[in-house]
């Protein structure tokens, strides 16, 4: 089976929902072709305390999978 995750945030959820039921975690490499990271690097603000960027919604975007890209083709 191949799986492709994009967002760390993914791996997270779904490595806690393999412990929930009873799973073996997932070994999944991180990817950083994240819509949201890319996203954050062009239009966010510089957090100095988290040493991150703050994220922000898209414009016109649901902040779900479709919404955000079909904002993001539109931007």
Known sequence: MSLLVYA???IKILNYCC???SLPI???KKR???LMEWAVQWGGYW???YRDYKYFPL???NH???G???AAVKS
């Open 26 to 28: 997932l070994m999944l």
């Open 64 to 66: 779900r999978a479709l």
């Open 32 to 34: 950083s072709n994240c």
């Open 47 to 49: 957090n100095y305390y």
């Open 8 to 10: 760390e945030f993914d």
């Open 68 to 70: 955000d890209c079909i």
């Open 19 to 21: 412990q929930l039921h």
């Open 59 to 61: 414009p016109s975007g």
